[in-house]
C-alpha cells in the first residue's frame, strides 16, 4: 500500500527504461518507492494507492514492468492520464476506487467488466469508477494491439 | 452552436462536427512523433499490431534524444532499430545531436496552429506554444496513432489561466510564472484537462515564453496546454484559433505578472513551490540547463548575462545542454557559448541529457543539484539519493555563481 502521486520515475527509473528486456524491468520496479518491494512482493499481489498514481512521464515501461512482475490489480483513488491509458493499453487490470478500507494483507478479488472490488478478509465490496466501454473493452481483449488487431478501429 | 474552448474547437474543427467537454471522438491525428524511450516500445506494437505501413510517414518523427549519444551497447541497438525502421517506412528521422524532440518539431515547424499532434513523450503540450493541441500518450497508443492516423480521446475540459500585466520583475521569466501555476493548480489538479493561457501578458512573450507555459502542464496532469494566438509570430501566415469570449472553464485563474517573484520547486515534488529568497543560502554543488523546458537560446543567454566574465567556484559545476543543435549554433554565434564556457560551464551533446537520469551528470549521493529543467521526484536524474531543486536559468546561473541558491538579481 503506497500513499498520493507515486510517480513512474520511482515505479521504473529513466535509467532502466531504455529496453525490450521486460524482465529487467520488473526486476527494478518501485525499488526507489519501496527497496523491499522485490523481496515483499508475491505474484498475484496487488498494488494500493492513493490519489494520482503514475504521474510524471510516458513511459510505457511503468505500467509493463508492474504487469512483468505479476501485479494483479493496481487499485487508485484516481490515476495519472497517461499512466491509466498505458495500463489498459498494454493489459494491466487498474481500477479506480474513491473509497475502500482495504489493509495490507487483506485477500481480494475482482471483476474489471462490472468495476466491483470484493475484500474476503472485511466481507466488504467496493465499487470502481466506471470506464467508458472503448476502455472496457480494450482492457477486456487484454490491451489495444489484440483490440486492434480484432476490431481494426476504435468503437466508441 | 455554443461557446467553445480552444481545444474544443480545434477538435470540433478535426471530427467535423461540434464536440464539447467530456464528449469522447475518434480524432484525426495531424502528426507524431516518438523518443529512443518510448519509440522501441511504439515500434514493437505497431509490428504486433500487424502494421507494416504508416498511416501518414510524412508526419511521423523518430528523434534519438533521451540517451543521445548512446552510453551503452544496449540502447545504441535501440537506436539501431529506430533508424532502420525509419528507413524503412520513410518517416522523418533525427540522429543524435539533432536535439530534445520537443524543440526539434518547434524548429522545423512540424507542428502547425489548429493541428493535433500526439507525442510518445509527456512534455508533448509543449506545442500548445504554436496554438496546436498536443498531447502525451505511452508507445501503444502511439503505435495506434501510427497505423490508423487516428486516437479515441475525450475532449479535455479546460482551466482558464489569465496573465495580467505587461512586466516581469527582475530576474523574473516564463519558468516562474509557469511555477506560480504549478503551484496553484497542483500535480494533479488539471488531471484530463486543458490549460488554456490568455492576457495582456501574452504580448510581451516570446515563442520560446509560450513553450516553457505549455511544457510545464504535464506538471499539472493536463491532458494539453495551450497559448491563446495574441501575439505569437511565426515565419509564415496561419490561422489562429481563439476561444470563444463566453466558452465554458471549469477554473479561472487570475495572476499579476509583477506579483511574481523567482520561483523555486523544491524536493521531491514540481508542485512543491517556494520564493527562491526562501530558501537562498542553501548549499549546492552541481547546476543543470537545458531540457524541452529551459534549453533555448533565452535560456543560455539570461545565463550568460549573469556568468559573464565570472568564474564559477570550485566544488561547484554547471552542465549545459543546448536544447537543439540549433540552439546551439544561434548561441556560438552570438558568443553566449564562449562566456558560458569561460565561466566554467560544462557543454554537453543538445539532447535531454541528465534530466531523464541516464548518463551525461548523473548526481552523486548526497549531492543538492539546481535544476532549469520540469521534474525532481526523487531519483529522477538517476540517484534517489540526491535532492533537485527547480528553478529559472537565471536563479541556476546566479546559485552556481555562489554554491548556495541565491536570487538572480543586478547584484549577480
Known sequence: MYGDNIDTDRIIPGKYTKTLDLSMLAAHVMEDVDPAFASRFQEGDLIVAGDNFGC??????APLALKTAQVSLVIARFFARIFFRNAINIGLPVLEVPHHSIQMGD??????????????????VYQATPLPPVMLNIMQEGGLVPYLKKYKDFIL | MLPQTIAEKILSKHVGKPVYAGELCVVPVDGAMA????????????????????????????????AAPAPNERI???????????????????????????????????????????GADSHTPTYGAVNALAC?????????????????????????????????????????????????ITISGANYQSVEYHGELLHYLSLSDRMVLCNMVAEMGAKTGIVSPEGLQLPFNFEPVFADKEAVYTRVL???????????????????????????GTPITYGFI????????????????????????????????PASRQVLL??????????LIEAGASIINSGCGPCVGTHDGVPGDGEVVISAANRNFKGRMGNPRSDIYLASPATVAASVLYGRITVPNQSN
Open chain 1, 56 to 61: 510524471g512521464s510516458s513511459r510505457e515501461q
Open chain 1, 107 to 124: 485477500e481480494i478479488s475482482f471483476n474489471l467488466a462490472e468495476g466491483k472490488v470484493v475484500n474476503h478478509t472485511r466481507q466488504e
Open chain 2, 35 to 66: 523518443t529512443d524511450t518510448t519509440g522501441p516500445l511504439a515500434i514493437k506494437a505497431f509490428r504486433e499490431m500487424g502494421g507494416e505501413r504508416l498511416a501518414n510517414p510524412e508526419r511521423f518523427h523518430l528523434i534519438i534524444d533521451h
Open chain 2, 76 to 118: 545504441a541497438n535501440l537506436h539501431r532499430m529506430m533508424r532502420s525502421f525509419a528507413e524503412e517506412t520513410g518517416s522523418h528521422f533525427y540522429d543524435i545531436g539533432s536535439g530534445i524532440c520537443h524543440q526539434v518539431m518547434v524548429d522545423h515547424h512540424r507542428v502547425n496552429p489548429g493541428e493535433v499532434f500526439m
Open chain 2, 136 to 184: 502525451g500518450v505511452g508507445s501503444t497508443d502511439l503505435a495506434a496513432v501510427m497505423l490508423t492516423g487516428k486516437i479515441w480521446l475525450k475532449v479535455p475540459s479546460s482551466i482558464r489561466v489569465n496573465l495580467h500585466g505587461h512586466h516581469l520583475r527582475e530576474g523574473v521569466s516564463a519558468k516562474d510564472i509557469v511555477l506560480e501555476v504549478v503551484k496553484h
Open chain 2, 254 to 280: 487570475d495572476i499579476e505578472a509583477e506579483t511574481i517573484h523567482p520561483r523555486l520547486a523544491i524536493p521531491h515534488s514540481p508542485d512543491n513551490i517556494h520564493d527562491v529568497s526562501a530558501y537562498a
Open chain 2, 290 to 321: 537545458g531540457t524541452c523546458t529551459n534549453g533555448r537560446l533565452q535560456d543560455l543567454q539570461s545565463a550568460a548575462a549573469i556568468l559573464k566574465n565570472k568564474k564559477i567556484p570550485s566544488g561547484v559545476r554547471l552542465v549545459i545542454a
Open chain 2, 330 to 339: 544561434d548561441a556560438m554565434k552570438d558568443g553566449t557559448l564562449q562566456i
